[in-house]
């Protein structure tokens, strides 16, 4: 069973910067094109970003040119760089496999833009 612990969450004020991490329990994840989700207040998960076993990227419109992820597989974690941050960036942060086959769900990292 594969567990992902994601962290680096916080409260930043609009147009700062946070990195997430997301750490996996076992090296499979090497293999895996591994995604960024976010989940607000009321509204269904999200799919921000994901990354290919050979690094290629891919991001969705409202973060594109803000937002990097990239992966360390020597440490099995995968990160999530967050520039410009906005308020309707406010969500709980995951991370799983992407887009679908999806694992159980870790317990994500709160991210707050405000002022």
């Known amino acids: 069973q594969v567990q992902f612990v994601e962290s680096g969450g916080g409260l930043v004020q609009p147009g700062g910067s946070l990195r997430l991490s997301c750490a996996a329990s076992?090296?499979?994840?090497?293999?895996?094109?591994m995604g960024w989700y976010r989940q607000a207040p009321g509204l269904q998960r999200e799919w921000v970003a994901d990354i290919l076993p050979g690094g290629t990227t891919n991001y969705g419109d409202s973060v594109k040119g803000r937002f990097t992820i990239s992966r360390d597989n020597a440490k099995n974690t995968v990160y999530l760089q967050m520039n410009s941050l906005k308020p309707e960036d406010t969500a709980v942060y995951y991370c799983?496999?992407?887009?679908?086959?999806?694992?159980?769900w870790g317990r994500g990292t709160q991210v707050t833009v405000s002022s």
């Open positions: 799983n496999r992407s887009p679908l086959g999806w694992l159980d």
């Open positions: 076992t090296n499979i994840i090497t293999f895996w094109r």
